[in-house]
């Protein structure tokens, strides 16, 4: 079973930066796809990133394309969400999911973090 922790929310006014951290424990992290997702009150859950297991391949929502950046430090099995230019939208908590090599959904997620951004 892998195992994901996040880290990093907080509350951060409109305009400001969070970098929100995932670290996967046991398994082989180098070899899956890592997402990021979002669920704000009384909303489903979204997508807001991805990075497959190479690196080769990212894609963002569009409503933060420009502002969110995802990356990953596979020697630290950590994966990385950069946010700037946060807007009171952007407020939810956060999880983070791997999917497994050949796998089309993602199997295992983690406890999420919460991100607050006043405005």
């Known amino acids: 079973q892998v195992q994901l922790v996040e880290s990093g929310g907080g509350l951060v006014q409109a305009g400001g930066s969070l970098r929100l951290s995932c670290t996967a424990s046991?398994?082989?992290?180098?070899?899956?796809?890592m997402g990021w997702f979002r669920q704000a009150p009384g909303k489903e859950r979204e997508f807001v990133a991805k990075?497959?297991?190479?690196?080769?391949?990212?894609s963002y929502k569009d409503s933060v394309k420009g502002r969110f950046t995802i990356s990953r430090e596979n020697a630290k099995n950590t994966v990385y969400l950069q946010m700037d230019s946060l807007k009171a939208e952007d407020s939810a908590v956060y999880y983070c999911?791997?999917?497994?090599?050949?796998?089309?959904?993602?199997?295992?997620w983690g406890q999420g973090t919460q991100v607050t951004v006043s405005s």
């Open positions: 999911a791997a999917q497994l090599l050949a796998s089309a959904t993602y199997s295992y």
């Open positions: 990075m497959s297991a190479n690196g080769r391949y990212i």
């Open positions: 046991r398994g082989t992290f180098s070899s899956y796809g």
